[in-house]
């Protein structure tokens, strides 16, 4: 009976509680569990963090150089600051706030995530302020480098190419007779908020090129300058590329159905004329199956300093002025008589007399030897020569 009773108060005595040795082991594994759950936390944080940091460093990449994958019916239409302004931003600061007036400024191109805060987007997601190079964007506030690169060289970004061919109606190029009288002009962001033109004359073969073009949807047009037809497209460039482009007029300008006007007599150009050299000869044939009257003309050559007194074609002196003003570059004049090219005809120009001043006599005689010259008609007929040496 004694031993059943003391059976019953252990059992009792059991069922009343743990011991010292189950607590104290409770306790260890709970304290196991909550290390493992902080640690795990902050692991998560991290990641977390890291993961914000990425994607505000892709937004500060787009802000910069663009975002390719927005786009208008198949071409890009997003390259950021760049594309607008033509030049990489000093600092981030560029990219919320117009670094000067510039009026190609179209930001802010990224924008702050907390009104309180207007710096946020400077910084990473430990509150560390980015570093910018101009070429990458690199977070540190992790403990290491998040390095975001958007260019291996400035040059991918702002020094791209653009070639192309211009071509008539019917797709004949220029040739050596009408090169000269096409203009192919391409305005792009000059870096520090404004525009500029580049402006070339394609080959003969209507290719042409032009260097150091930054990204972005730029405007390239071709003039032919005669009769002012002029064709306009905007061309995409792509960092570390060159675009092409094929500029066709919508009529026949120089095809073989086009009426060829006048055309300048290959090898006809001299120069000539008592002290030697001092006058310029070309000859010039109507082309085309109808008469053509010029009433102005223009000549031009960049060097050497020279003016002349007199203009004849054929017999006929059409510019007299032997004294003082003399003939001046790049100045159009009225013939005194105007002049009509039968169909089939040729007839000579002759510039006389260039001389270094453009008083009185007019000084010393200038040679012409070797002088790029140029002439335009009242008709739209532009001819470029380089003189030969003086015989």
């Given at each position: ?46 990641a977390a963090k890291v993961e914000e940091t990425k994607q505000e460093m892709e937004s500060l990449e787009f802000a910069i150089v663009g975002n390719p994958s927005l786009q208008n019916n198949g071409v890009r239409a997003d390259f950021g600051y ?310």
């Amino acid at each position: 009976m004694k031993q059943e009773y003391c059976a019953d108060r252990e059992m009792a005595g059991r069922e009343a509680g743990f011991t010292l040795v189950e607590v104290v082991l409770v306790l260890i594994i709970s304290a196991i569990l909550v290390t493992v759950a902080l640690r795990s936390g902050v692991s998560i944080s991290d990641a977390a963090k890291v993961e914000e940091t990425k994607q505000e460093m892709e937004s500060l990449e787009f802000a910069i150089v663009g975002n390719p994958s927005l786009q208008n019916n198949g071409v890009r239409a997003d390259f950021g600051y760049v594309g607008d302004v033509g030049a990489l931003p000093a600092n981030l600061d560029a990219l919320v706030a117009n670094p000067g007036g510039y009026a190609t400024w179209k930001g802010p191109y990224v924008k702050t995530r907390f009104s309180q805060t207007s710096d946020d987007y400077k910084r990473d997601a430990w509150g560390v302020l980015y570093s910018y190079s101009g070429l990458a964007v690199t977070s540190s506030g992790s403990g290491s480098s998040m390095v975001r690169t958007f260019g291996n060289s400035v040059d991918d970004l702002l020094r791209n190419t653009v070639t192309g061919n211009v071509l008539d109606y019917d797709g004949t190029p220029p040739g050596t007779i009408y090169k000269d009288s096409v203009r192919l002009s391409l305005t792009i962001p000059d870096g520090i908020g404004g525009t500029t033109t580049k402006t070339v004359a394609p080959a003969a073969s209507g290719y042409f090129s032009i260097d150091s073009v930054p990204i972005g949807n730029q405007s390239l047009k071709a003039v032919y300058v005669p009769n002012g037809d002029t064709i306009a497209t905007f061309i995409s460039i792509l960092r570390n590329s060159s675009a092409n482009a094929e500029l066709k007029f919508t009529n026949n300008l120089w095809g073989t159905s086009a009426s060829v006007g006048l055309v300048l007599v290959n090898n006809s150009d001299s120069v000539m004329g008592s002290p030697p050299c001092t006058d310029v000869v070309f000859w010039i044939t109507n082309a085309s199956s109808s008469a053509i009257t010029v009433s102005t003309f223009s000549f031009t050559w960049p060097s050497p300093t020279a003016y002349y007194a007199r203009v004849q074609i054929d017999a006929t002196t059409v510019f007299d002025k032997d004294g003082s003003p003399r003939g001046v570059s790049g100045t159009t004049y009225t013939m005194t008589t105007p002049q009509t090219i039968n169909s089939g005809q040729s007839v000579r120009f002759r510039i006389q007399d260039f001389r270094q001043n453009n008083s009185g006599s007019g000084g010393s005689p200038v040679s012409m030897s070797g002088a790029s010259f140029t002439m335009v008609l009242s008709n739209g007929s532009i001819f470029t020569v380089d003189l030969p040496s003086c015989p």
